[in-house]
Nanobody, 122 residues
Framework: QVQLVESGGGLVQAGGSLRLSCAAS????????MGWYRQAPGKQRELVAI???????TYADSVKGRFSISRDNGKNMVFLQMSGLKPEDTADYYC????????????????WGQGTRVTVSS
């Protein structure tokens, strides 16, 4: 069974930086897209950034120029480098893997991690 585990969240002052990591474990042949979503208190979960296996990236307008997503296909990991953090970036950040092909040939549409909290103080 493939699982995602995030790390790197924490408390940071406005203007600071954090780097989130997400590792996929289990028998994995390939993952089409990996990405980050976030959910602030009382709000819906929203896309932050995604990266396809070939490296194509997509960012939410609110984080363009401040956040950078990358992945290590060999290690089945995805990273989110966050700079210029703002109080409105405060949220639980979730890793998602889309199009997961396992070693046994099975296919899973999407898998979520458990989330890591990012708090930005003003």
């Amino acid at each position: 069974q493939v699982q995602l585990v995030e790390s790197g969240g924490g408390l940071v002052q406005a203007g600071g930086s954090l780097r989130l990591s997400c590792a996929a474990s289990g028998s994995i042949s390939s993952i089409d897209t990996m990405g980050w979503y976030r959910q602030a208190p009382g709000k819906q979960r929203e896309l932050v950034a995604i990266v396809a296996s070939g490296g194509r990236t997509t960012y939410a307008d609110s984080v363009k120029g401040r956040f950078s997503i990358s992945r290590d296909n060999g290690k089945n990991m995805v990273f989110l480098q966050m700079s210029g953090l703002k109080p409105e970036d405060t949220a639980d950040y979730y890793c998602k893997a889309v199009g997961v092909r396992s070693g046994d040939g099975s296919y899973t549409t999407g898998i979520w991690g458990q989330g890591t909290r990012v708090t930005v103080s003003s």
